[in-house]
């Protein structure tokens, strides 16, 4: 019999105690999404998905074991504890988990990670949309012959934890995206951009300039030429900063830390990035009310709050689960992370972001006077060592000159290590955007650049 969850998670853990688990632990995860694509002026596709499952930890005989199940049915609550039990025995890890038993000590904040609005969105307005964008992108120039992905989505999730202790947290969460990628010809050759907007407000979503901006991005791109090797003074834009900074974002995980596989190891309270330079982890969004992905306690229970991982330049700390803070001695950051029901217990950052700074990005360029503005990064999986923080990757973006964008650059590799980045960084703009992690556009004082300009 399928049962109600608060209903499911009673029996199996009455189920678990009876079995003799000195404790347990039951994790639901529920999501649905919506994605709506279009091509040509029509409806390429249109996929509406859902899953649910539940993961089962619980201490038996001193070892953490584990079973999971897709289904919320009395039958197989004796299957779901039988396998974890077996699982228990073989378990060989000399560090094991701890469920979370001290969540009354915790401050739980409400979080705006749920828009009602945008659940309610008509399905024919969210087409309507995606049809808009495409077609904005196409009348933007009559250069632009296609827009070959153009899509809009929309996505909700739902985590319950509930254990013997007496936990018993759910919340919900929600967002939507539009994206848009627009191919121009010109004299036999091409070029493409993309656009795109990701949040919890459809009002602040303009599927028109999206498709616009996509449409000038890759227009842009013509007589795009290699430059000359050497050091540039250089600004990232805002999203290529924060994919570079999504590459190394491991370095501030705990968990690697104590494997050996971060240089900041042993540098917490020192400075390791430049004065103007703060790094955020903000789960519950604090300063970001619109943006999706916000989460009032983390995927053991512990309570998540926004921190300083590096503040005007010190590292302040390392992001912990309840295993890596027992093993630092220290309190979990609660950055428990989870990335499905039957995913082990991890760390992982929560909404990082860069501090904004205090001026304008016209103002960032200005104030970089000559030099070069990066707006495109590849290669970042082959050309990044996480390690040692070295980077070498394709570029593109625009020569500045005189403290104004000029001329578009291609066929360039930028290199590097991301901790002398950070110390480089001379100044932040206040243009905050996030992708899978935020950033402003930030100006590096120095890069090396290989090109092919003689």
């Known amino acids: ?70 289904l919320l049915d009395s039958e197989v609550i004796d299957v779901i504890v039988t396998e974890a039990m077996q699982n228990s025995e073989i378990l060989e890890e000399a560090e094991q988990d701890k469920l979370f038993a001290d969540y009354k000590d915790e401050k739980y904040t409400e979080i705006a990670g749920f828009n009602r609005e945008l659940q309610s969105i008509p399905t024919e307005e969210r087409i309507k949309s995606a049809l808009l964008m495409e077609k904005s992108a196409k009348d933007a120039d009559n250069m632009i012959k ?58 602040e979503f303009d599927p028109e300039k999206i498709g616009k901006d996509a449409a000038e991005m890759a227009v842009s791109k013509f007589d795009a030429k ?135 990005f016209d103002e960032l360029i200005e104030k970089a006077g000559d030099g070069l503005y990066v707006t495109d990064v590849a290669g970042l999986h082959s050309g990044a060592n996480e390690v040692s923080g070295d980077f070498s990757l394709l570029a593109e973006g625009f020569v500045i000159e005189d403290g104004k964008i000029s001329k578009p650059v291609e066929q360039i590799t930028v290199a590097g290590n991301f901790f002398d980045v950070l110390k480089d960084i001379e100044a932040v703009a206040n243009d905050l955007r996030f992708s899978s992690v935020g950033s402003p556009a930030v100006y590096i004082k120095k890069l090396d650049v290989a090109g092919g300009e003689q």
Request: proline share 2%.
């Open 226 to 360: 290699s430059i000359k090797s050497g050091q540039y003074k250089t600004v990232m834009k805002n999203t290529a900063f924060a994919d570079l900074l999504d590459t190394f974002s491991s370095v501030f995980l705990a968990n690697k830390a104590q494997k050996g596989l971060s240089l900041l190891a042993g540098k917490l309270n020192e400075k390791i990035a430049a004065d103007i330079f703060t790094l955020r982890d903000d789960p519950i969004y604090s300063t970001q009310p619109h943006i999706q992905n916000s989460c009032p306690f983390d995927a053991e229970g512990v309570a998540t709050f926004n921190k300083a991982v590096i503040e005007n330049g010190v590292f302040k700390t390392f992001l912990h689960n309840l295993k890596t803070a027992a093993k630092d001695g220290v309190k979990s950051t609660g950055n428990a992370s989870k990335s499905g029901y039957k995913s082990p217990v991890e760390v992982a950052p929560k909404n990082l972001y860069v501090a904004p700074g205090d001026i304008t």
């Open 146 to 203: 296609a827009v070959d992905y153009n899509s809009v989505s929309y996505s909700e999730h739902t985590v319950a934890i509930i254990n013997t202790y007496g936990l018993d947290l759910k919340y919900t969460d929600n967002g939507a995206n539009g994206y848009s990628y627009a191919r121009a010809v010109k004299d036999g050759e091409t070029k493409t951009g993309g656009e795109f907007w990701y949040g919890l407000d459809w009002n």
């Open 1 to 70: 019999m399928i049962m109600d969850f608060k209903e499911f998670a009673k029996k199996l853990l009455d189920k678990a105690l009876e079995k003799g688990f000195s404790n347990a632990e039951i994790y639901m995860s529920d999501s649905m999404s919506l994605s709506i694509s279009t091509l040509d002026g029509e409806i390429e596709k249109f996929q509406n998905s859902a899953s649910r499952g539940i993961s089962f930890r619980g201490t038996y005989k001193n070892k953490i074991g584990y079973s999971y199940s897709e």
